[in-house]
């Protein structure tokens, strides 16, 4: 008996110690993943540094995360491959492939088919590491994404307001320039006036972690009035137009859940109150000095022409290339537009669906649509799951779907497909839909055990109070 005791203790303390060190090794991974996801929100607006190929810091430093991190997720658990969308990640990559054997310029095709693939496999292995987290650690990861776009608003607003510092920004980039009127961008610096559509873009990705990490209704204003800011003096009308229309989406969304008519028109005319409040507020500030005033609206008002002209003229090229080369299917390759245009102007054509018809095909065009409808169902999904579960949920979800709404508006007018913030967001979103569905689960999995248990016990008790009756029976006779 006493060996027997003995036998049985080891195995148990055996047991224990090996949960022990599986959650320490699940811990420290957890950490790792935490400190790689931080310096990886960190370095995406950093554009500093032209690398070949568009390559960029941010990737370098995934790079020299990934393949550790990797190795240790593997080695603790069985790896789980998220296969949401493996279809349209497959249709892009076949149409990719099929226009390179086509292209006038393969070595172009090339390597976007190889930027694409890094793309969508730390895409993949991101969205596995985030469901390694918890609640208390993806928040971190919303915290520093927050603060990074916060620093990067208050560059952008400083650089409107001082010449010297955007030429000193563009400078670390190896551009000396300098121009009269131009448009602040941040650490946007790929080429020689920086990027301030990107920057803007940047900016409106970054209310998505702004309003899921929980910070005080005040704070969250406050920060979010200074994003609004930046992305107004960036003089990114596109980026303007896909805020106002997710925010519409996500007003409507959440007057539709209360069902309230009143409600809507409440919500739609305080949102309308706010966008002209802020507007004011932030054109008066700015018509106090002439320079500032002539700065905003040449930026804004004194492109409207000349940019819409532009792609106007820009669209219908790419049409007649397309027509041209009669390669509908699989289009005349990735970033052949250039090698192709008439007017060889060295431009991209600034519109996905348009980009992907022309270079990819109709292939590609399939794939585009159905990320776009997966992302668009992952977003209800998961605000409807999160009307569900009161007490963890909140409202704060619409954000996903008003976010892919602004995205969806955004690529009428610039392409923004490998935008790696983007997939980021689209990582998060497919985690929290995860972890919705698998705690779902879990209390079905509680709710039918407690069940089981309940009808467990009450079958006892009548099985007792059988036994007892009939012992009474045979006692009284």
């Known amino acids: 008996m006493n060996g027997y005791l003995s036998q049985n203790g080891s195995q148990a303390l055996s047991a224990n110690l090996a949960d022990r060190a599986e959650t320490r090794g699940s811990s420290r991974l957890s950490r790792l993943i935490v400190i790689w996801l931080v310096g990886t929100v960190i370095l995406l607006p950093v554009k500093i540094i032209n690398l070949p190929s568009n390559f960029e810091l941010v990737d370098i430093w995934i790079l020299i995360g990934l393949p550790v991190l990797l190795v240790m997720y593997i080695a603790g658990r069985r790896p789980v491959i998220n296969l949401t969308y493996a279809i349209p990640i497959w249709l892009v990559m076949v149409s990719s492939l099929l226009g390179t054997i ?67 920004t563009n400078s670390l980039g190896g551009n000396i320039v300098e121009h009269e009127i131009y448009r602040p961008a941040g650490l946007f610096i790929c080429d020689h006036a920086g990027c301030a559509n990107k920057a803007a ?19 969250t204003t ?32 959440i007057a539709i859940f209360k069902g309230n008519l009143m409600a809507l028109i409440g919500q739609f005319m305080r949102f ?40 106007f003229n820009l669209w219908q090229r790419g049409i007649d290339v397309l027509l041209e080369h009669n390669s509908f299917l699989w289009g005349v390759g990735p970033e052949n537009f250039r090698e192709l245009d008439p007017a060889q102007t060295d431009n991209q054509l600034h519109n996905d669906t348009l980009a992907f018809l022309v270079e990819r095909g109709l292939i590609g065009l399939l794939g585009l649509a159905l990320f776009a409808g ?31 709404i602004s995205t969806m508006v955004e690529s009428l007018t610039h392409q923004i497909f490998r935008t790696r913030e983007l997939w980021l967001i689209l990582a998060f979103q497919e985690a929290l839909y995860l972890g919705m569905i698998n705690s779902q689960n879990a209390e079905l999995t509680d709710s039918a055990v407690s069940d089981n248990n309940r009808g467990r016990t009450l079958k006892s008790s009548k099985t007792t109070l059988t036994t007892t009756n009939r012992a009474l029976g045979k006692a009284s006779r």
């Not at 409106?204 to 005040?218: D, E, M, R, T, Y």
């Not at 963890?392 to 954000?399: G, K, P, S, Y």
């Open 102 to 168: 086509v292209s006038p310029s393969a070595s172009n095709s090339l390597t976007v088919v190889l930027k694409e693939t890094y793309l969508f496999a730390w895409f993949l292995t991101i969205t596995t590491f985030l469901s390694v987290l918890n609640a208390a650690d993806l928040r971190r990861v919303l915290y520093a994404w927050s603060g990074v776009a916060a620093l990067h608003a208050a560059l952008i607003m400083a650089q409107f307001f001082s010449p010297d510092l955007w030429s000193f």
């Open 201 to 219: 873009f940047f900016q409106l990705l970054g209310f998505v972690p702004l309003i899921l990490a929980g910070f005080s209704p005040k704070t």
């Open 222 to 253: 406050v920060l979010g009035i200074l994003l609004f800011a930046s992305m107004l003096v960036t003089g990114s009308m596109g980026a303007t137009l896909a805020l106002a229309a997710g925010a519409i989406v996500a007003v409507v969304v």
């Open 272 to 311: 309308v109150f706010v966008v002209l409040l802020l507007g004011g507020a932030f054109y008066f500030v700015i018509s106090q000095n002439q320079r500032y005033s002539e700065h905003f609206e040449r930026i804004i008002v004194g492109r409207f022409d000349k940019s819409s002209g532009a792609r």
């Open 374 to 404: 997966i992302a668009l169902r992952r977003a209800i999904s998961v605000l409807f799951m999160a009307g569900k579960m009161p007490g963890r949920a909140r409202w704060e979800m619409v954000v996903f779907l008003a976010v892919i």
